[in-house]
C-alpha cells in the first residue's frame, strides 16, 4: 500500500522557470492538501482540493496553481518560480465524513525545491 | 478563526528523562486536536489524537497527551525518551466544522545520550 507519493524528492530551479510537483494518492481519499514547510514557520497550507473538480485556496497560494481531474492526482504548479518558494512541500489527503470528519491527515514524503 | 501555539521550539532532554512538548490552542467552537512526529527527512505521521470522550489520550511510541480545555492547552509527554524519539513534533488543531488543519510551529527533540 503505497499512500501518498510524491515526485521528484528534490529539484533545482531558476528563477522564473516552471515545474509541476505530483502527488498521487491510492486510498480513495477526497480530501487533499499541498503544504510548504520553512524552518520554524510549521507547515502553511498552499491550496486544498475536497474532490475531484474541486480546489481551494488555503494560507499561501499567490505563485501556485492546482488541479484535481481526477481522486487520486492533485499536482502543484509554480509558474514562475521565485527564491520565496524555496521551500519542503508536502501532499497529504484525507478521508473526511462531512461534519464528523477527523481531519486526519496522511503525507507524502516531501519535495525539496531550491530556487536559484 | 482557529490557531495554535507550541511554546518551545526547541527541547534538548536526555535519554531515558521524561519529557514534555507544550501546546496551546484557541478556538471559538469545540475542536479535534493532534500531535504529528516528523523524523529525519521524512513526512509527517499521526502520534495521537483527542476527538472526544477521555481527556488523556494514549498514542504510538509510549506518548501520550492531555487534553485542558478551561487552559487550552493539549501538551504531549513521555516518561521516558530514547535516542530514537529525536524528531520534530508538531502540534495541530482543527475545529468542529472546519475544513482545514492548522498545525504549529514544531518542536524539535534532541536526544542526548
Known amino acids: 500500500n503505497a499512500g501518498v507519493t510524491q515526485t521528484p524528492k528534490f529539484r533545482i530551479l531558476k528563477i522564473g522557470q516552471s515545474m509541476t510537483l505530483q502527488c498521487t494518492q491510492d486510498?480513495?481519499?477526497?480530501?487533499m492538501y499541498w503544504y510548504r514547510q520553512d524552518p520554524g514557520m510549521g507547515l502553511k497550507l498552499i491550496y486544498y482540493?475536497?474532490?475531484?473538480?474541486?480546489?481551494d485556496k488555503g494560507e499561501v497560494p499567490n505563485g501556485y496553481n492546482v488541479s484535481r481531474s481526477t481522486t487520486e492526482d492533485f499536482p502543484l504548479r509554480l509558474e514562475l518560480a521565485a527564491p520565496s518558494q524555496t521551500s519542503v512541500y508536502f501532499c497529504?489527503?484525507?478521508?473526511?465524513?462531512?461534519?464528523?470528519?477527523?481531519?486526519?491527515?496522511?503525507f507524502g514524503e516531501g519535495s525539496r525545491l531550491t530556487v536559484l | 478563526a482557529q490557531s495554535v501555539t507550541q511554546l518551545d521550539s526547541q527541547v534538548p532532554v536526555f535519554e531515558e528523562a521524561p519529557v514534555e512538548l507544550r501546546c496551546n490552542y484557541s478556538?471559538?467552537?469545540?475542536?479535534?486536536l493532534f500531535w504529528y512526529v516528523q523524523y529525519p527527512n521524512q513526512g509527517l505521521q499521526l502520534l495521537l489524537k483527542?476527538?472526544?470522550?477521555?481527556?488523556l489520550v494514549k498514542g504510538i511510541n509510549g506518548f501520550e497527551a492531555e487534553f485542558n480545555k478551561s487552559q487550552t492547552s493539549f501538551h504531549l509527554r513521555k516518561p521516558s525518551v530514547h535516542i530514537s524519539d529525536t524528531a520534530e513534533y508538531f502540534c495541530?488543531?482543527?475545529?468542529?466544522?472546519?475544513?482545514?488543519?492548522?498545525f504549529g510551529q514544531g518542536t524539535r527533540l534532541t536526544i542526548n545520550p
Open positions: 497529504a489527503s484525507s478521508q473526511e465524513q462531512g461534519a464528523l470528519g477527523t481531519g486526519e491527515l496522511f
Open positions: 486510498m480513495n481519499h477526497n480530501y
Open positions: 482540493s475536497v474532490g475531484a473538480g474541486i480546489t
Open positions: 478556538s471559538s467552537v469545540s475542536v479535534y
Open positions: 483527542y476527538l472526544s470522550g477521555s481527556t
Open positions: 495541530a488543531v482543527r475545529s468542529r466544522g472546519a475544513q482545514k488543519l492548522v
